[in-house]
T-cell receptor
Framework: KNEVEQSPQNLTAQEGEFITINCSYS?????LHWLQQHPGGGIVSLFM???GKKKHGRLIATINIQEKHSSLHITASHPRDSAVYIC??????????????FGEGTQLTVNP | EPEVTQTPSHQVTQMGQEVILRCVPI?????FYWYRQILGQKVEFLVS????????KSEIFDDQFSVERPDGSNFTLKIRSTKLEDSAMYFC????????????FGEGSRLTVL
């Protein structure tokens, strides 16, 4: 079983729709990252969370530490949001605390 | 806005050749990382580096790999004798803090081993 599971793997939406991508993890963590990978391959950090909720523009990220679950929401989606969204966690275990463990990613396509 | 830069953006090499991938992290960052992504697969951790030494490395990071920060600005990943399976996108990243610092990624270096 993967330490980080994302769902769905693929998501197609119409412009303007509200989008949710989910991430579940099985280890204790010190932080969870949401990343965006563009078609060219570059990776951009969207959020880093250790508790609660963060908002940046149309993006909202939440985390429930007890349930080991995080969600990334996109409001009023736009075709430029089309990308792969990746959840990654930093374990709270002492010997592996600096590495990120990545999910498989969610391919989002937003159609006009 | 400060950014992490990587060179080259794409390198093609013959199996068995040495390759050096270069990264310039953000200037006030203290923690440096290399990750790789084989085509169609998820991103994998290779190594973390702090205070001029490796702080953690993965099972992938065997004796064929090495990292160094030769001059206080560049952070390099060397693959001594490349194999076909080393073909991947290699990402450098840096952060101010180890556990809770936001990560900044470079655009990646695509390595193709023939």
């Amino acid at each position: 079983k993967n330490e980080v599971e994302q769902s769905p793997q693929n998501l197609t939406a119409q412009e303007g729709e509200f989008i949710t991508i989910n991430c579940s993890y099985s280890v204790g963590i010190s932080a969870l990252h949401w990343l965006q990978q563009h078609p060219g391959g570059g990776i951009v950090s969207l959020f880093m969370l250790s508790s609660g909720k963060k908002k940046h523009g149309r993006l909202i990220a939440t985390i429930n530490i007890q349930e080991k679950h995080s969600s990334l929401h996109i409001t009023a989606s736009h075709p430029r949001d089309s990308a792969v969204y990746i959840c990654a966690v930093k374990s709270s275990k002492g010997t592996s605390g600096s590495r990120l463990t990545f999910g498989e990613g969610t391919q989002l396509t937003v159609n006009p | 806005e400060p950014e992490v830069t990587q060179t080259p953006s794409h390198q093609v090499t013959q199996m068995g050749q040495e390759v050096i991938l270069r990264c310039v992290p953000i200037s006030n960052h203290l923690y440096f990382y290399w990750y790789r992504q084989i085509l169609g697969q998820k991103v994998e951790f290779l190594v973390s580096f702090y205070n001029n030494e490796i702080s953690e490395k993965s099972e992938i990071f065997d004796d064929q790999f090495s990292v160094e920060r030769p001059d206080g600005s560049n952070f390099t990943l060397k693959i001594r004798s490349t194999k076909l399976e080393d073909s991947a996108m290699y990402f450098c990243a840096s952060s101010k803090r180890e556990y809770t610092g936001e990560l900044f990624f470079g655009e990646g270096s695509r390595l193709t081993v023939l």
